[in-house]
């Protein structure tokens, strides 16, 4: 049998890097991954097939803690989630490394800072081709680099919400986008700037997604192998507990073991938290990598809402997603907690205004909010709760457990913004709450994270500052996992930086340096 010097498990932000990274050192790596890829087909860009059919979600069923059936709004495919991501591509804040209290507690410090980050940032950047602008988002941290594209151009509705927002004393900024648009040059650009990006996979590649970054690069490296339709069932280790020596995967029905000396889990929080439990053995009685107990706890996945902001105003927008408000993120003077970050949804049409069927304002049908409405999308910080968490029922399955928390800073951000909108023109104002709402509470699992937490104490955490397992020494996760904290960014551009720098810890550890020399001289 084939042995490996590294199997990567997930294909996404986190694996998918993490094979770009490794790829070009000659290391063998097989990047496993139980989707294919994402058919490249007219209904990618079809709203009813996407948000009323979920053509594209995993029709796996997972349970609420009371048993009920959660039909998760997640994809498995190569590219994991960034495929239908809309490549809003943020920064952390230099603050959101460090313990920072909120209403609702502390959220807690990183085990590293914003500046051992800092310089992956830059390169995640500029392997995501991020089109933005530094020195406009107020709460920005410092940056080694200018972003590698201009920022993308507000079309004029978003344009005018922007000079009012700016009258009324606020800055406004453009959204960092790991989108390929040459607005200089549109006969040549890849990206067409359409009405279907955000929920979306790009028709035309020309979105910053993993699959087209870094897989398909990484698979021109002969050393790199991609299975697909290839699910890890579960991690076998020696009789020390010490060391993964198999990884059991069922590839098209059959299942094999496969071998690696280096074995690294990034098949996104929920997934990876829920292969370690069922990688429980006599040695990890409560699962793989958690003496501590804290793996698939801290769930957290964002205090998220779509605000609707229906003006008289129509609003022809095709790509609306440029603009965000970050004012709000670390509180105000009337409340010196962090609210969070204020931005927007891909445009919404009556289609997918229908799919979420909210009750909508009397005598207005669909059609017309969607062509009058702002869709924005806030975003607040979700603090790490140990009873918030990924378990499995009797038979396996994933159940995930979640009470949302720091919700009032959230009602604070969705008041401060109805209240700008109502003071700069825009009336009847519509809320719609993707997660704590009657219409999908729990299965907007998006910004999943928190389940593997990296630490210093092996108490606390299950992944030392490399993102290893304290208890496993060839085990290591690299998706969303490790977030110890949720800040209230976007998370995929941290998932990236990340996993750039475990890449290098790896080639360090495995001497990739040197194998090419190593090889040459057999
Ligand atoms: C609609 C939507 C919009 C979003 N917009 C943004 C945005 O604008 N900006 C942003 O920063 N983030 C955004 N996100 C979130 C972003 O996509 C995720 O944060 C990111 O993809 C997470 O990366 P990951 O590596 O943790 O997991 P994923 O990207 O989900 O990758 C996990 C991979 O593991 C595979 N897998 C799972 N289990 C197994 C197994 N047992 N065996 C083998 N393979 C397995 C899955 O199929 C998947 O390919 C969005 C998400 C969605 C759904
Ligand atoms: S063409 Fe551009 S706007 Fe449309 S989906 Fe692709 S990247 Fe997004």
């Given at each position: 049998m084939k042995h490996y010097d590294v199997i990567i498990i997930g294909s996404?932000?986190?694996?998918?890097?993490?094979?770009?990274?490794?790829?070009?050192?000659?290391?063998?790596?097989?990047?496993?991954?139980?989707?294919?890829?994402?058919?490249?087909?007219?209904?990618?860009?079809?709203?009813?097939?996407?948000?009323v059919e979920a053509r594209y979600h995993t029709r796996e069923v997972w349970r609420d803690r009371d048993g009920r059936p959660l039909h998760p709004h997640t994809s498995?495919?190569?590219?994991?989630?960034?495929?239908?991501?809309?490549?809003?591509?943020?920064?952390?804040?230099?603050?959101?490394?460090?313990?920072?209290?909120?209403?609702?507690?502390?959220?807690?410090?990183?085990?590293?800072?914003?500046?051992?980050?800092?310089?992956?940032?830059?390169?995640?950047?500029?392997?995501?081709?991020?089109?933005?602008?530094?020195g406009v988002d107020p709460t920005e941290p410092w940056s080694s680099t200018p972003y590698p594209f201009p920022a993308i151009s507000h079309e004029p509705r978003i344009q005018q919400l922007h000079d009012d927002l700016a009258r009324a004393?606020?800055?406004?900024?453009?959204?960092?986008?790991?989108?390929?648009?040459?607005?200089?040059?549109?006969?040549?650009?890849?990206?067409?700037?359409?009405?279907?990006?955000?929920?979306?996979?790009?028709?035309?590649?020309?979105?910053?997604?993993?699959?087209?970054?870094?897989?398909?690069?990484?698979?021109?490296?002969?050393?790199?192998?991609?299975?697909?339709?290839?699910?890890?069932?579960?991690?076998?280790?020696?009789?020390?507990?010490?060391?993964?020596?198999?990884v059991v995967v069922r590839h098209h029905g059959a299942d094999e073991v496969l071998r690696a000396d280096v074995v690294v889990v990034s098949c996104?929080?929920?997934?990876?938290?829920?292969?370690?439990?069922?990688?429980?053995?006599?040695?990890?009685?409560?699962?793989?990598?958690?003496?501590?107990?804290?793996?698939?706890?801290?769930?957290?996945?964002?205090?998220?809402?779509?605000?609707?902001?229906?003006?008289?105003?129509?609003?022809?927008?095709?790509?609306?997603?440029?603009?965000?408000?970050?004012?709000?993120?670390?509180?105000?003077?009337?409340?010196?907690?962090?609210?969070?970050?204020?931005?927007?949804?891909?445009?919404?049409?009556?289609?997918?205004?229908?799919?979420?069927?909210?009750?909508?304002?009397?005598?207005?049908?669909?059609?017309?909010?969607?062509?009058?409405?702002?869709?924005?999308w806030l975003t607040s910080e979700d603090l790490p709760d140990p009873d918030n968490r990924v378990t499995l029922d009797r038979d396996g399955n994933i159940v995930l457990d979640y009470t949302p928390n720091n919700v009032e800073p959230h009602g604070r951000l969705v008041k401060r913004l109805e209240y700008l909108l109502e003071h700069i023109g825009a009336k009847h104002i519509v809320r719609r709450n993707l997660f704590v709402g009657q219409r999908i509470p729990l299965a907007g699992v998006a910004h999943q994270n928190g389940t593997v937490r990296f630490g210093h104490d092996p108490a606390t955490s299950a992944l030392d500052v490399n993102c290893r397992a304290h208890d496993v020494d060839n085990l290591y996760v690299v998706d969303g996992s490790f977030f110890p904290s949720s800040a209230a960014v976007n998370p995929a551009l941290t998932i990236v930086a990340n996993a750039l720098r475990v890449g290098d810890h790896l080639l360090e550890r495995l001497g990739a340096g040197t194998r090419e020399v190593a090889d040459a001289a057999r």
């Open positions: 996404g932000a986190g694996g998918g890097t993490l094979a770009y990274r490794l790829a070009a050192s000659g290391t063998r790596v097989l990047l496993l991954e139980r989707g294919g890829y994402v058919p490249r087909e007219k209904a990618n860009w079809d709203s009813r097939a996407v948000n498995y495919n190569v590219g994991g989630n960034t495929k239908f991501y809309g490549a809003a591509l943020f920064r952390m804040r230099e603050r959101d490394f460090e313990a920072l209290p909120h209403y609702d507690g502390l959220s807690p410090a990183w085990p590293i800072g914003y500046a051992d980050l800092e310089p992956y940032y830059a390169e995640a950047e500029r392997l995501y081709q991020v089109h933005g602008e530094r004393g606020l800055r406004p900024f453009h959204v960092p986008l790991g989108v390929r648009l040459d607005e200089r040059q549109p006969h040549v650009s890849a990206c067409i700037r359409c009405n279907t990006c955000d929920g979306y996979a790009c028709l035309v590649q020309a979105k910053s997604d993993a699959q087209v970054t870094c897989v398909d690069p990484a698979l021109r490296h002969p050393n790199v192998t991609l299975m697909t339709h290839a699910q890890v069932l579960r991690l076998e280790t020696s009789a020390t507990g010490r060391e993964v020596t198999g996104g929080a929920i997934n990876s938290a829920a292969l370690l439990l069922r990688s429980a053995s006599d040695r990890h009685p409560r699962g793989l990598a958690n003496r501590s107990g804290v793996v698939g706890r801290h769930y957290m996945g964002h205090v998220n809402s779509v605000v609707l902001a229906i003006s008289t105003t129509p609003n022809p927008t095709v790509f609306q997603k440029t603009l965000a408000l970050n004012d709000f993120y670390f509180g105000d003077p009337d409340f010196p907690y962090p609210m969070g970050h204020i931005s927007f949804v891909g445009k919404l049409d009556a289609v997918a205004l229908g799919a979420g069927a909210p009750p909508f304002v009397p005598g207005l049908t669909l059609d017309i909010i969607a062509r009058h409405s702002l869709d924005f």
